[in-house]
């Protein structure tokens, strides 16, 4: 219909950590995909890549069955060996045509990711789109595709409650500590230095928090992810003896023990009897019941904030019925834009068409006639064929788009 098709690596049919590997540096997209565009006859062609899936969308005339996908990743990764190729094939799904465009819909709008209603999908897919843009790598069907993906998405997004509550314990955090007033020059002590710890960190440095700490076992993590914050790494064993001060903890290491004990955490906050914020993302805790005991300390705990995403992501599947119907509805105008575009393309000839005939008439059938009138006549019979040439252009454009509309509502 559309010739629109999909190759999808998602996190439904692959491991998280197996996707990376499919992931292109944006430096090399306009020697690979420029390549693989001209070496597999393809029309156009946008790449989309996040955390959790990799997506090739296309526009051809060709099948894309197994054999086409599997030429198809052997040529984007040349490296990859033809057996690892056939084990992604297996696992990759192929969309085409309208389930091709339901699928982008449900992906932009968040209804396939990973963590349902996160409005990041629909910056990503906008940029991978004008990226490919301006590698000449998209041409009119994808420009309508990602036009009326992206109004989709945002009706979701503005008319559903899907992205309105937070959802991963990161956000939950971060909206505890705003709402303990914690300032942009906070001291943040940051203890681990591993997925969880190096993502929120890095979210509050995203939003505006400028002292950070690092303490990690491995001083060389500690040391990578400092610098991201531009802040000071430390071995996990000079916590003991940290004596600069502060005013936030976040803590999440893998230890069985407890990390911030009654002795380091007094050794930590030293004279300062000032009550502090203690963000504990660890399985089992980080910090030791007994500094509680003996301290004032806001603690944002790992458990209570579990318990508001698992909350929140069933308020979000509540939403899945609203949302899929607004879909449902951009399907049926994307339908309408399509055909009506074909109709616009169909017609662009139409104007030179108009004006051939125009130069033919005046210029050779009716051109002694034409010697004939006066100045006045002449610039009355100019206007006339002007605005002919006016109505015979829109008139079938628009008897064409009402003839779409018509059938479509019957």
Known sequence: MYRFKTIAVTHKNFDISDIGKFHIDEKEWKNRLCDLKTK?????????????????????????????????????YPEMKSEDAEKTIFSAIIFE????????????SSLDSLVVGEREIITQVR??????????????????????TIECAKEV???????????????????????????????FLIIGAGATAS?????????????????????????????????????????KNYKNGFDVIVSCTGASNPIITKEIYSSLVGNDMSKKIVVDLAVPNDLDEEVLKQYDVNLIAINNL?????????????????????????????HQLFK?????????????????????????VFVKDIEKL?????????????????????????????ILIDESSR
Request: with cysteine.
């Open 40 to 76: 597999m006859g393809i029309d156009e062609l946008m790449f989309l890549s996040t955390c959790n899936r990799v997506e090739f969308l296309l526009n051809t005339s060709q099948s894309v069955d197994k054999n086409f996908a599997k030429k198809f990743i052997l040529s984007v």
């Open 97 to 108: 045509n309208e389930e091709a465009l339901n699928h982008l819909f449900n992906v932009a």
């Open 127 to 148: 940029n991978a789109y004008e990226l490919c843009h301006k590698l000449n790598l998209t041409g009119d069907l994808l420009r309508l595709v990602i036009q009326k």
């Open 157 to 187: 997004y503005t008319k559903t409650n899907i992205a309105n509550k937070p959802v991963s314990v990161v956000s939950l955090a971060y909206r505890k500590l705003k709402e303990l007033h914690v300032k942009p020059d906070a001291c």
């Open 199 to 239: 993502l929120m960190s890095k979210y509050l440095k995203k939003h505006g928090i400028t002292k950070f700490a690092v303490f990690n076992r491995t001083l060389e993590h500690a040391q990578k992810l400092a610098n991201e914050l531009d802040g000071k790494a430390f071995s996990l064993d000079d916590l």
């Open 306 to 334: 579990k318990t508001i995403a698992e909350q929140n992501l069933r308020e979000r599947q509540k939403e899945m019925d609203a949302c899929k119907k607004i879909i449902s509805h951009h399907i049926s105008e994307f």
């Open 340 to 364: 009506a575009r074909k109709v616009e393309i169909a017609m662009s000839d139409v104007p030179k068409k108009v004006k051939e005939i125009y130069d033919t008439a005046v210029n050779e």
């Open 374 to 402: 006066d100045a006045q006549s002449k610039e009355t019979f100019d206007k006339v064929i002007a605005y002919l040439e006016k109505k015979y252009i829109s008139m079938p454009m628009k008897m064409a788009k009402e």
